[in-house]
């Protein structure tokens, strides 16, 4: 009996699958056909057919996409400074804000950050921000999965930034109006290259009526939530002087804490906070890099062990996972002071891999690499002095890799980054488009914080 011959063969590589049953090959040939992973093999398939496409993969290390759960591609226009304002860009005046981006801008920006992503390893990103309706295809276009939604709050965020919480129901119908909007248009359960996780952006930018009315639409269409939760201090006690309660209090009582929820930041929480967000089930966006950049640390291994499912997440700093992964194990290691069994590159893997696939209830489909999944794939090129010896392959890549180690990048058996180079963008018109967006957001963005008040 003759087999088809597959589309793609990863020739040769070393493989961290990501899978506990068999999580590391010294030497393996993946086969893709139709967009799936069909064979993973010890040795060399005998005959090649002339048709199939042969991925180099010596030298290499190959790994499963990365899946970043919390994003803002469109902040990107705020890199550089946004890490040393102290406080998140919504919140902040003087920068760029979502109101003032223009549907143009959002796709230019959109498309940088979805690059910037993909070419580090990124094979999924989950996003938020305003104009997802442009920035969601835009994303895709690059050749990643693209999941996200738009804002959904009844706060207007015109007046944040001054320090004014207004709350009101006209804004709250049009945000949740719009996330219906994506979800009739983009959101893709069969194909995964567009998805819509909903986005309430907060507690205190979000009112209760209006967060019950998320959890509706939730239950309609079967979606998760995305949503920052105890980020800062303010809104902390907002939520505490609006609602007598802490933002996972508030969560749980509207019926938003449990598996659905994916919780972005999670740094001043309680112990009891602690407890209904393990007992919830829920997913921790850990977002390392970002929290301790602006001086915070979320009580990480305490919500690991409490129950909470570990993902990881770039927000809108940079968008490297490999980097990130660092950043979350001297996270759990401060906490514990000292290496533990609990906290080594392993984990950090999983939670870059798995842990983010199964955040989207995707772990049936990506996050590892396991025959009949989707052909994500990411190959690092180890033929650097950095990444040698290979004495321990996990541990190098955790410990010295980069995201400007990639290679290749293969989403759904397409190869859509070669040589380091995207195949379905022109990097440099990407580059200048977005620049250009940023220098008229930060000219318009100075002009406004100039004007009396």
Not at 21 to 36: D, I, M, N, Q, S
Not at 79 to 90: I, K
Not at 281 to 296: E, P
Request: proline share 5%; hydrophobic share 45%.
């Amino acid at each position: 009996m003759t087999h088809p011959s597959p589309d793609l063969l990863v020739d040769g590589a070393t493989i961290l699958t990501s899978d506990p049953a068999r999580p590391f090959l010294k030497t393996g040939w993946v086969e893709v056909t139709a967009g799936r992973i069909t064979a993973i093999r010890d040795t060399r398939p005998e005959r090649i057919a002339p048709a199939t496409r042969i991925v180099p993969g010596g030298g290499r290390v190959l790994t499963p996409g990365f899946v970043n759960v919390h994003t803002h591609a469109i902040l990107s226009m705020v890199r550089g400074v946004a890490e040393d304002m102290g406080f998140a860009p919504a919140y902040t005046m003087g920068v760029p804000h979502g109101h003032d981006v223009r549907p143009d801008e959002a796709h230019a920006l959109a498309q940088l950050g979805a690059l910037e992503a993909l070419s580090f390893g990124s094979t999924l990103i989950n996003d938020s921000f305003t104009h997802q309706e442009i920035a969601l295809p835009a994303m895709a276009g690059t050749g990643l999965r693209a999941f996200g939604c738009g804002r959904i709050h009844d706060v207007d965020f015109t007046r944040v930034h001054l320090g004014e919480w207004r709350h009101e129901d006209a804004i709250g119908d049009w945000t949740l109006g719009l996330a219906s909007d994506l979800i009739a248009a983009f959101h893709d359960p069969e194909g995964l290259r567009t998805g819509v996780v909903l986005a309430p952006h907060a507690p205190d930018t979000c009112s209760r009526a209006l967060l019950g009315r998320v959890r509706e639409l939730r239950d309609a269409h079967g979606l998760k939530i995305n949503t920052h939760v105890s980020q800062s201090r303010v809104e902390v006690d907002f939520i505490r002087e609006r609602d007598g309660m802490t933002p996972p209090q508030l969560l749980d009582e509207v019926g938003l804490l449990d598996e659905s929820l994916i919780a972005a930041h999670c740094i001043h929480l309680t112990d009891d906070d602690i407890v209904r967000l393990g007992r919830g089930r829920a997913t921790l966006a850990h977002v390392a890099k970002g929290n301790q950049t602006h001086g915070c640390l979320a009580p990480t291994a305490k919500l690991r062990q409490a129950g909470m499912n570990l993902a990881l997440a770039t927000d809108n700093m940079h968008a490297d996972m490999v980097e990130v992964m660092r950043w979350a194990l001297a996270t759990g290691r401060l906490q514990e002071g000292g290496v533990s069994e609990t906290w080594q590159p392993a984990a950090m893997f999983e939670a870059a891999t798995m842990g983010g696939a199964r955040a989207l209830g995707l772990e049936a489909e990506i996050g590892s690499i396991e025959t009949g999944k989707r052909a994500d794939l990411v190959l690092f090129d180890f033929r650097r002095p950095h990444l040698r010896p290979l004495t321990d392959v996990l541990g190098t890549l955790v410990h010295t890799g980069q995201g400007r180690d990639v290679e290749t990048v293969i989403v759904g058996g397409e190869v859509v980054i070669e040589g380091g180079e995207p195949l379905r963008v022109d990097r440099m018109a990407v580059l200048e488009a977005a620049e250009a967006a940023a220098a008229a957001l930060w000219d318009r963005a100075r002009a406004e914080a100039a004007l009396p008040r």
